[in-house]
């Protein structure tokens, strides 16, 4: 059977996609499903079946599984262990200067409901103590949300900040700030009665990805490395650097779940999930 994973079309997927086109084994049969749209949907398309495992952004996986308790949605390891730095756009002749700016009611572009581009102007909002809850305007992918914030609909959103450089060098949207949560960046989510089945497969699954990402980030070198970024995924060899020089992948996609925890007290605060317990959303499978 086939192991059916859900990811970005991002460079944090880039040492996934570079392994399977590279022979890099991982002990069974893996199709990368790309999602566009992000967590928000994958979440949606692992509820539904439509997926097997999804590599969400965790604060967005956190509230998939808080809005989705029947479904058994579980959060079972942890992909990218650094956090994921969010940065705040506005169309490029915007007159906010600041973050701070937002804090009396702005509409935030939001690729869908659930999504890490929602549940982390909730945050920002809650961090920074703004005067009210944000309000919000479904835009779509990161095209959509740029043309949200150049004719109005939004007046700005959060997006992974590597992956905003080039509409940035373009001067499609301009750069407010950056919102960087504590949290490890990416998490794996499956149902857990399927966690329960393919405790083995999934054990299989994080030591391949953790080896790939290891290779990808040391061993095939910086010049492949960027080379293939770029080609595989449009970004420039400078900003593929930058990128690289923070992140840190899991090595053996271990949960820490006091910091899962921080998480969920983070969320609740933030309005976005609540009297869910650290329990609610961490399955561990058996090897």
């Known amino acids: 059977m086939v192991l059916r994973v859900g990811c970005v079309p991002e460079h944090f997927s880039a040492p996934l996609m570079y392994a399977t086109q590279n022979g890099q084994d991982p002990g069974e049969e893996i199709e990368l499903v790309m999602c566009k749209l992000g967590t928000g949907d994958m979440v ?10 999804a590599i969400c952004v965790t604060e967005g996986l956190v509230a998939g599984i808080g809005n989705n308790r029947e479904s058994g949605l579980k959060l079972f390891g942890t992909y990218v262990d650094s956090p994921l730095p969010w940065a705040v756009s506005v169309k490029a002749d915007s007159e906010l200067c600041t973050v701070d700016d937002l804090a009396f009611g702005a509409t935030f572009g939001i690729s869908r409901p659930g999504s890490g581009s929602e549940v982390m102007a909730r945050y920002a909002s ?3 103590e703004w005067a009210g809850p944000p309000k919000f305007a479904v835009l779509g992918d990161v095209h959509g949300l740029i043309r949200g914030v150049q004719d109005g609909r939004a007046d700005a959103f959060l997006w992974e900040r590597t992956t905003m450089q080039r509409h940035y060098t373009q001067g499609a949207v301009r750069y407010l700030g950056t919102v960087r949560p504590p949290w490890p960046a990416f ?3 499956a149902l857990s009665p399927f966690i329960g089945a393919h405790g083995a497969r999934l054990r299989r699954l994080q030591q391949w990805a953790g080896a790939a990402a290891a290779r990808f980030m040391g061993e095939i070198g910086e010049q492949q490395r960027a080379a293939f970024v770029c080609q595989a995924l449009g970004y420039a060899a400078e900003d593929v650097a930058a990128w690289a020089a923070y992140v840190q992948f899991s090595g053996d996609g271990a949960v820490d779940t006091a910091r899962i925890g921080k998480t969920v007290a983070a969320l609740e605060r933030a309005g976005v999930v609540a009297g869910l317990a650290t329990a609610d959303v961490v399955m561990t499978p058996d090897a």
């Open 126 to 128: 809650s961090q920074y």
């Open 187 to 189: 998490s794996y989510a």
């Open 44 to 53: 949606k398309r692992v509820v539904a079946g439509e997926l097997d495992v």
